[in-house]
């Protein structure tokens, strides 16, 4: 199994400018996850779908900030616009429905984003 | 609101000797579960060992292992012969369900372990 795929790797952009991250869950998983890491806060829950349907968005930090989950093989966090303030490791997770309340997240390699 | 706690924000600890990084968690919730990850310089994020609310043994998988207390709310995790290459940040998680059947997952600020040759 390939994992997690999450592009690109790193992106560099100006202040205003839209970004778009991508992620690929693993295959035969339902729940998708979106991350920020940075020093200060550590990791946020920024938003999570469970079978394509946004579950709770409440830790999106503006109306700046979109996801998108159109297919069970693919979602997007979108930045529009960009400000320095948002420069962190975005990762994507997934993980499969729980057996007994156990379930396993997988992360992605994270994107590393750099707003000038 | 749940809240996971990791008060040692870095530890050191000889090459083969054991480590334990803490842990503790505040959630009114009966049924949860209770995860570590690592992330070494490279920075993925690596699952290591899970501990659910109702498993009545401490979890271990290979050279690690979660001391459960339950009462005290702490999932405490033990490095057992520590080896260079566990050099990394690690990170205690809590879920929760959210409804829909699916879980949340909150993360601690974790704890930077350097292990020394």
């Known amino acids: 199994d390939a994992g997690v795929i999450q592009s690109p790797r790193h992106e560099v952009t100006e202040m205003g400018q839209e970004v778009t991250l991508r992620c690929k869950p693993i295959?035969?998983?339902?729940?998708l996850f979106w991350y920020r890491q940075t020093m200060m806060r550590g990791l946020e829950l920024l938003i999570y779908f469970n079978n394509n349907v946004p579950i709770d968005d409440s830790g999106m930090p503006e109306d700046r900030f979109s996801a998108k989950m159109p297919n069970a093989s693919f979602s997007t966090l979108k930045i529009q616009p960009s400000e320095p303030r948002d420069s962190a490791v975005y990762f994507c997770?997934?993980?499969?429905?729980?057996?007994?309340?156990?379930?396993?997240?997988?992360f992605g390699s994270g994107t590393q984003l750099s707003v000038l | 609101a749940q809240k996971i706690t990791q008060t040692q924000p870095g530890m050191f600890v000889q090459e083969k000797e054991a480590v334990t990084l803490d842990c503790t968690y505040d959630t009114s919730d009966q049924s949860y579960g209770l995860f570590w990850y690592k992330q070494p310089s490279s920075g993925e994020m690596i699952f290591l060992i899970y501990q659910g609310s109702y498993d009545e043994q401490n979890a271990t998988e290979g050279r690690y292992s979660l001391n459960f207390q339950k009462a005290r709310k702490s999932a405490n995790l033990v490095i057992s012969a520590s080896q260079l290459g566990d050099s990394a940040m690690y990170f205690c998680a809590m879920s929760l369900p959210s409804g829909a059947g699916s879980y949340q997952l909150t993360f601690g600020k974790g704890t930077k372990l350097s292990v020394i040759p």
């Open positions: 295959s035969g998983h339902n729940s």
């Open positions: 997770a997934s993980s499969e429905p729980p057996r007994q309340g156990k379930f396993k997240l997988f």
